[in-house]
Every structure is written in structure tokens, then in C-alpha cells.
């Protein structure tokens, strides 16, 4: 079991996690799709499924920032940085 969210940087320690009930819209606020509160965070059955969904929402890049995806293993606790997926053109 995951959840899945980002942070800001790669050495931030505060993830944004996936809602349980977040909207899967790129175009909804990300109020409605991100919680700082583990406890209201969306819980994945496996890490492909966690990472698939973070890498869908995560926003678009904002200034100063690298936005990176992070899934977290709810067993364990083991947080995982991973590379935002881009397609090649």
C-alpha cells in the first residue's frame, strides 16, 4: 500500500499528498487535489498505480521550484523520489 504526492524539491521534507477524494483534473485547483495531512491522503493498492496517478495530477512547473513526484510506502515508511515521466517527442 502507497500514497503518492511531490514536493517542491527534492530536498524538501513536506510532501503534498494525493486527496482521498481528489478531483482527477488537471484543471481543478490543487485545494482540491492535494492535502498536506497524511491521514486524508489517498491510499494506492501498488507503487506503479501510486506513481501512474501522482504523475497525472502533479502541477505544472512553477518558478524557482522542481516539482518531484514522491511515493511513500505506508508499510515500511520508506519515501521514494522519483523522475517525472516525459515523453519523448
Known amino acids: 500500500m502507497f500514497k503518492a504526492g511531490f514536493v517542491y524539491k527534492p530536498s524538501h521534507p513536506t510532501i503534498h499528498f494525493i486527496k482521498n477524494d481528489a478531483i482527477f483534473n488537471r484543471r481543478m485547483g490543487d485545494d482540491k487535489k492535494f492535502t498536506l495531512e497524511e491521514a486524508e491522503a489517498k491510499i494506492f493498492a501498488d507503487e506503479f498505480e501510486a506513481k501512474s496517478a501522482i504523475d497525472f495530477l502533479i502541477p505544472?512547473?512553477?518558478?524557482?521550484?522542481?516539482?518531484?513526484?514522491?511515493?511513500?510506502?505506508?508499510?515500511?515508511?520508506?519515501?521514494?523520489?522519483?523522475?517525472?515521466?516525459?515523453?519523448?517527442v
Not at 505544472?60 to 515508511?77: A, F, M, R, S
Not at 520508506?78 to 516525459?86: D, P
Open 60 to 88: 505544472p512547473p512553477k518558478p524557482n521550484y522542481q516539482l518531484t513526484p514522491v511515493t511513500l510506502n505506508i508499510k515500511t515508511g520508506e519515501r521514494k523520489v522519483h523522475t517525472l515521466y516525459q515523453p519523448s
